[in-house]
C-alpha cells in the first residue's frame, strides 16, 4: 500500500515563504507523475504543479508560475513545492498525488493560510 505524506503548511503573511514536503512510501520513479494540487474554501481541486519523475519535466498553473517551484530528491523519496511570495489566494488545502498507470494516490492534506 503506497502512503503520501506532506508537511510543512502553516500561516505566514503576504509575501511570505513556504515548503512543502511529499513522501512517499515508493520510489518516486515508479509513479508516472506526481502533483500538487490546491483546494480553498467553496471551490473545487485545482493542480498547481506536477513533476514527472523519469523525465524531470514539470508544468505549473498559471497563477503560480514564478513563484512556486516543484522539486524531487530521489534519495528520499519526496516531491517538494517551494511556495514564494505568497498571496491571500494561495490559501487552501495542498494535497500530493502520485499517479502510477493504474492507480492515484492522494495524500492526507497540508493546510497553508495566508494573511493580508
Known amino acids: 500500500q503506497v502512503q503520501l505524506v506532506e508537511s510543512g503548511g502553516g500561516l505566514v503573511q503576504a509575501g511570505g515563504s513556504l515548503r512543502l514536503s511529499c513522501s512517499t512510501t515508493?520510489?518516486?520513479?515508479?509513479?508516472?507523475?506526481i502533483g500538487w494540487y490546491r483546494q480553498a474554501p467553496g471551490n473545487q481541486r485545482d493542480l498547481v504543479a506536477s513533476i514527472m519523475p523519469s523525465a524531470g519535466n514539470s508544468k505549473y498553473a498559471d497563477s503560480v508560475k514564478g513563484r512556486f517551484t516543484i522539486s524531487m530528491d530521489s534519495a528520499s523519496d519526496t516531491v517538494y513545492l517551494q511556495l514564494n511570495k505568497l498571496k491571500p489566494e494561495d490559501t487552501g488545502i495542498y494535497s500530493c498525488n502520485a499517479k502510477t498507470l493504474d492507480v492515484s494516490y492522494w495524500g492526507q492534506g497540508t493546510q497553508v493560510t495566508v494573511s493580508s
Open positions: 515508493r520510489t518516486i520513479f515508479s509513479f508516472v507523475a
